[in-house]
């Protein structure tokens, strides 16, 4: 799987858009890119994904860069709720490909 | 629906026992991951399955086998615990169209 890399941590106000940034320069043309998080003590939760257009759903929305080489994760308005750890992963659609985790962004939010 | 169960939730171990991590889920997914995470990083893949009877070897599979009857259930057992594999470990099924869900985990100290 193509790296992807994240801030370390970043923080936020609650109330406030939140916008988490992933950079992936080698990600390949049947590469997905999907966000999880992993809430304190919890195991990690599916956000959204998408390809090649913005996606958005119920939890955040997530905007793709033209040339697919960096993406950003929003959250419209943080909540003290959304502190968690980020992770962006590359994956393929189908066949069995394995999540691939690195270190994510820790949002901390403030109230 | 229950979606991934991990039991049990807590185990401390002696050098040397054994055990087996429960992984249950009931949302017919073909694939299943096992994962272990320690403190401060990301997840790391032990073993994997794509269907009942097949399973392979991930990243970190020393220490650890795993088995595939049914469908539904996909157990790890440690025949020999150390120390070294004192971490969380986590169970977790593909959705290919929407994206993986994970149990809550399961937290074991060898001692």
């Known amino acids: 799987d193509a790296k992807t890399t994240q801030p370390n941590s970043m923080e936020s106000n609650e109330e406030e858009p939140v916008h988490l940034p992933c950079n992936h320069s080698?990600?390949?043309?049947?590469?997905?890119i999907h966000w999880y998080r992993q809430l304190p003590s919890q195991g990690p939760e599916y956000v959204i994904h998408?390809?090649?257009s913005n996606v958005n759903n119920r939890m955040a929305s997530l905007a793709i860069a033209e040339d697919r080489k960096s993406s950003t994760l929003i959250l419209h308005r943080a909540t003290l709720r959304d502190a968690a750890v980020y992770y962006c992963i590359l994956r393929v659609y189908s066949g069995n490909t394995p999540l691939v985790f690195g270190k994510g962004t820790r949002l901390s939010v403030i109230a | 629906n229950a979606g991934v169960t991990q039991t049990p939730k807590f185990r401390i171990l002696k050098i040397g026992q054994s055990m087996t991590l429960q992984c249950a889920q009931d949302?017919?997914?073909?694939?299943m991951y096992w994962y272990r995470q320690d403190p401060g990083m990301g997840l790391k893949l032990i073993y994997y399955?794509?269907?009942?009877?097949?399973?392979d070897k991930g990243e970190v599979p020393n220490g650890y086998n795993v088995s595939r009857s049914t469908t539904e259930d996909f157990p790890l057992r440690l025949e020999l615990a150390a120390p070294s594999q004192t971490s969380v470990y986590f169970c977790?099924?593909?959705?290919?169209?929407?994206?993986?869900?994970f149990g809550s985990g399961t937290r074991l100290t060898v001692v």
């Open positions: 998408g390809l090649t």
């Open positions: 080698t990600i390949s043309g049947t590469d997905y």
């Open positions: 399955s794509v269907g009942a009877g097949i399973t």
């Open positions: 949302m017919n997914h073909n694939y």
């Open positions: 977790a099924s593909r959705n290919p169209s929407r994206g993986d869900t």
